[in-house]
């Protein structure tokens, strides 16, 4: 479960990393070089790791949005249900809006909308994906 109480502990360090050469390569994780004696216990020590994850997610992703009109970030899989990845993916990226899908056999649903069109008249359901939207919070230090 997502605590911004153990976030705000270590969010300058974190958004100094968003911010800095957004263009750079992704390297290793900085959590591997972290000590785990250094936290007060497992929650902080989590989130710690899902922050160091979501650096590297941040500097792929603006490698990818560099000049782009993306207005909106869809995330699939297991990610999309952690609470933690998703509330600092939408904190790292304020002024896009991310959204957690919920979408059963997403390769083969996605190949059946590319050619729905050719083979269906009818229209697409509107309840074939679930989205839950993750707004960016203003953590008070």
Do not use: C
């Not at 976030?7 to 290793?28: C, E, G, P, R, Y």
């Not at 909308?113 to 230090?141: C, G, M, R, Y």
């Amino acid at each position: 479960m997502y605590d911004n109480r153990l976030i705000k502990n270590f969010q300058d360090a974190s958004k100094s990393h968003w911010l800095s050469d957004k263009t750079s390569m992704v390297q290793q994780s900085a959590f591997r070089e972290r000590d785990l004696a250094d936290f007060s216990g497992y929650e902080q020590a989590y989130h710690q790791l899902i922050t160091d994850i979501v650096t590297q997610q941040i500097r792929s992703t603006n490698l990818v949005l560099n000049g782009t009109p993306v207005k909106r970030i869809f995330v699939d899989g297991g990610f999309s249900k952690n609470s933690v990845y998703m509330n600092l993916l939408a904190n790292a990226f304020p002024n896009i809006e991310i959204f957690a899908a919920n979408i059963p056999q997403a390769s083969s649903f996605g190949a059946a909308i590319a050619i729905h069109s050719h083979w269906n008249q009818n229209p697409l359901p509107n309840d074939l994906i679930s989205l839950t939207h993750f707004k960016p919070e203003t953590i008070s230090v």
